[in-house]
Nanobody
Framework: QVQLVESGGGLVQVGGSLRLSCVAS????????MGWFRQAPGNEREFVAA???????YYRDPVKGRFTISRDNAKNTVYLQMNSLKPEDTAVYYC?????????????????WGQGTQVSVSS
């Protein structure tokens, strides 16, 4: 099983960009599909983006065209490039891992989670 550590969050103005990183421990990172979720205060955790072990990608509709998920298996790292940030993107962002390549938009599919990184977008 892998362990996940996120980084890259911070405070940014509307329209700005951030790149989140999630480093996984363990030797079998390439066997895992990876996902990014977020949770704002008072809201449920919601899907943001996912990438399969083959590199197929999925996105939540409001972030399509603004966010890009990618992975570097040599570095055991998955990234979330976030552009054109909006105040509604403010949340704690979590990285997650699963050996399944199905139902990647469901939080219940993932069995390993990082500790989260705060993203705040100011207007």
């Amino acid at each position: 099983q892998v362990q996940l550590v996120e980084s890259g969050g911070g405070l940014v103005q509307v329209g700005g960009s951030l790149r989140l990183s999630c480093v996984a421990s363990g030797r079998t990172f390439s066997d895992y599909a990876m996902g990014w979720f977020r949770q704002a205060p008072g809201n449920e955790r919601e899907f943001v983006a996912a990438i399969t072990w083959r590199g197929g990608t999925y996105y939540r509709d409001p972030v399509k065209g603004r966010f890009t998920i990618s992975r570097d298996n040599a570095k055991n790292t998955v990234y979330l490039q976030m552009n054109s940030l909006k105040p509604e993107d403010t949340a704690v962002y979590y990285c997650a891992a699963t050996r399944s390549n199905y139902y990647l938009m469901r939080a219940s599919t993932y069995d390993t989670w990082g500790q989260g990184t705060q993203v705040s977008v100011s207007s």
